[in-house]
């Protein structure tokens, strides 16, 4: 199939039996590096749990902060099932943050916007 496609395009055929718990863990170890992966994800958890923004202005760029970083995440991420990660995985974590400063931060990241679009050209409120 992939001949069809022109020589351009390579890919890998891998076979593995994934009855076998060795033989799954073997397979994620060689395609990604999960450990880098959880690194990420936990810098991503001590970067945000402290932060706490207090003008619109901070809100909102903290928000902006906390979804780039989370893509950069989300597409390293090949997406595993939990039984294929390390017990004390960080992923899940670092969802339940995102999700929650993201409910906190929105509404005062608003403001901000709400302000700029009320005066066109003047100053926000204060940051």
């Known amino acids: 199939m992939l001949c069809s496609l022109g020589d351009q395009v390579q890919g890998t055929l891998l076979h593995a039996r ?3 718990s060795a033989e799954r863990h073997r397979l994620v170890s060689r395609s990604w590096d999960i450990s ?10 001590e970067r945000f749990t402290q932060s706490r923004p207090r003008s619109p202005g901070a809100a909102l ?10 893509r950069r995440l989300l597409l390293a991420d090949p997406g595993l099932p939990p039984m294929l990660l390390p017990a004390d995985w960080s992923g899940e974590r670092a ?5 929650n400063r993201r409910a906190n931060w929105r509404e005062l990241g608003d403001t901000w ?3 700029r679009e ?6 926000p409120g204060p940051d």
């Not at 009320?118 to 100053?123: D, F, Q, R, S, T």
């Open 36 to 45: 880098e992966l959880d690194s990420g994800y936990r810098a991503f958890i």
């Open 95 to 99: 969802r339940g943050l995102l999700l």
């Open 18 to 20: 994934l009855d076998d």
């Open 118 to 123: 009320a005066a066109p050209g003047a100053a």
């Open 61 to 70: 760029t903290e928000l902006l902060h906390l979804t780039y970083q989370w």
């Open 113 to 115: 916007w709400e302000w």
